[in-house]
T-cell receptor, first 113, second 116 residues
Framework: GDSVTQMEGPVTLSEEAFLTINCTYTATGYPSLFWYVQYPGEGLQLLLK?????DKGSNKGFEATYRKETTSFHLEKGSVQVSDSAVYFCALHGSSNTGKLIFGQGTTLQVKP | DVKVTQSSRYLVKRTGEKVFLECVQD?????MFWYRQDPGLGLRLIYFSYDVKMKEKGDIPEGYSVSREKKERFSLILESASTNQTSMYLCASSFVIGGAREDTQYFGPGTRLTVL
């Protein structure tokens, strides 16, 4: 079945450092791919998405490119801030019309001043 | 903006109690979902619903049931709470466009349930 694998955390960075959180997936067909973010004490918010190969999703300085050849959707940000400290979830929506999302296990990011 | 609300942010219950978690969305979404979130396991789908009075089992339905009597409201029921149901519960909704179930889900703030 479909699955998503994220790099294990926690990831601890200093402010203004470069961030990469790896995400790879297994799915048949052409899934849509997502990054959601969960700030402390809150629910999940959509950060960005990409719906087809080579698409780049971007939002709030974060970017991720849908790479079908490597089945990856790595999240990057050039300069992180303390306010980026959160849990980040990679997810996919399979090509069947279910509306269901498959989530990775989440990666905790802590940014220190 | 889509708003998904959950009835409680924190809940403490005793083993064996019947527990109701309520979720309401204000955007007329057809699809609604219940997840539980546990450290290291990500989000796991408990139940979902595509329409009023419809429900389908997710990946971990054991020990749970759901009710959807109105389009905007989706309730999760723990028939007899157990300590291994201590978790964060998240509700989400999404809509249908032209017969296709939209993939983006909108989440509520979560209910942290502790079963003693």
């Amino acid at each position: 079945g479909d699955s998503v694998t994220q790099m294990e955390g926690p990831v601890t960075l200093s402010e203004e450092a470069f961030l990469t959180i790896n995400c790879t997936y297994t799915a048949t067909g052409y899934p849509s791919l997502f990054w959601y973010v969960q700030y402390p004490g809150e629910g999940l918010q959509l950060l960005l998405k990409a719906t087809k190969a080579d698409d780049k999703g971007s939002n709030k300085g974060f970017e991720a490119t849908y790479r079908k050849e490597t089945t990856s959707f790595h999240l990057e940000k050039g300069s992180v801030q303390v306010s980026d400290s959160a849990v980040y979830f990679c997810a996919l929506h399979g090509s069947s019309n279910t509306g269901k999302l498959i989530f990775g296990q989440g990666t905790t990011l802590q940014v220190k001043p | 903006d889509v708003k998904v609300t959950q009835s409680s942010r924190y809940l403490v219950k005793r083993t064996g109690e019947k527990v109701f978690l309520e979720c309401v969305q204000d955007m007329d979404h057809e699809n609604m979902f219940w997840y539980r979130q546990d450290p290291g396991l990500g989000l796991r789908l408990i139940y979902f619903s595509y329409d009023v009075k419809m429900k389908e089992k997710g990946d971990i339905p054991e020990g749970y049931s759901v009710s959807r009597e109105k389009k905007e409201r989706f309730s999760l029921i723990l028939e007899s709470a157990s300590t291994n149901q201590t978790s964060m519960y998240l509700c989400a909704s999404s809509f249908v466009i032209g017969g296709a179930r939209e993939d983006t889900q909108y989440f509520g703030p979560g209910t942290r349930l502790t079963v003693l």
